[in-house]
């Protein structure tokens, strides 16, 4: 009994042995420069900018399969240091961050109906393309809080609200939104937001609101 012990104890030793010798010869030596810019990256492995974490990202800088820019999270200083790093130059782009547009909030929207299930935006949205009698406007059951990373979104009196200096353009909050209620939009230039549906026309009970003219899509 004593001798299969032994026996059985020396083998686990030399099989440690050769495993511990094997990964010293056949280890794969990582790239410097990706471990350091793997130490400036956000590390919040959002997957914004196309790969599954930043360690991947930084990999794929390094071996010229990504672009600076793809990085919505990281500010220009950042930026700047990872272009550094890698010997390029870097030209800095106007950032973005999420919007709602949605001036529904519960104090004024009008309800189609009590809405008692899941409190999700999603699921609220199966139900007969959700609540509200504007089928653009925000359900505000805060799927787009909970994709959030970074605090940047609360919801007020029923409506999703975006914090412009928190937001990083991450982009989650897009694409969480069933409705797309949640924009992008670059921080000095506010898009046009109305969709032209003339739903409003057709709702409003005082005949105050037409719908004109409805512009160009391609401009």
Known sequence: MLEAVLTLA?????ASLGLGLAARRFAVKEDPVIEELISILPGVNCGSCGNPSCTEYAKALVEGKAE????????ADLKRKIADKLGL????MERRAGIVFCQGALSRATKRFVYQGVPSCRACQLVVGGDKECPYGCLGFGDCLRACPFGAVEIKDGVSTVNEELCTAC????RACPFGAVFWDARQHKPQICVYCGYCA??????????????????
């Open 10 to 14: 020396g083998l686990g030793l030399l």
């Open 202 to 219: 057709s709702y409003c009970p005082y005949d105050v609101l037409a719908l004109e003219e409805v512009p160009d899509a391609t401009g």
């Open 89 to 92: 130059d870097y030209a800095a």
């Open 68 to 75: 600076i820019n793809d990085c919505p999270v990281g500010d």
């Open 171 to 174: 982009g989650n909050c897009v």
